[in-house]
């Protein structure tokens, strides 16, 4: 089989989490990762935007990410940032942690 990816993936097969809208996330499996994108897996494929925000759950990750490909329990996207999204925390001035 031709591979047409530009870059290597790495297997991961992590649980992680798509944010449907700001009050909805869905669980997934993170198949697998490359430079460019990720392959995630989970039942209701159909219902994902074509945008979408992924928290990884073993790395602490929050990507963007565009769906490339679907099928009928995947997708493939592309991660749309070249570096991850870290999450906002509040100021140290407020008695919490900054990112």
């Not at 089989?1 to 909805?24: C, K, Q, W, Y």
């Not at 994108?37 to 759950?57: C, N, Q, Y």
């Not at 073993?58 to 940032?81: F, K, M, P, Q, Y």
């Amino acid at each position: 089989m031709f591979e047409r990816r530009s870059a290597p993936r790495t297997i991961l097969n992590e649980t992680g989490s798509i944010s449907v809208d700001e009050h909805r996330s869905l669980p997934c499996i993170v198949y697998d990762r490359s430079v460019g994108g990720i392959r995630i897996a989970l039942p209701e494929a159909e219902i994902v935007p074509d945008r979408f925000v992924l928290s990884i759950d073993a790395s602490n990750e929050i990507l963007i990410c565009r769906a490339v490909w679907r099928r009928r329990e995947e997708i493939g996207a592309a991660t749309e940032t070249s570096a991850p999204v870290r999450p906002i925390l509040a100021d140290s001035r407020y008695g919490l942690e900054t990112a």
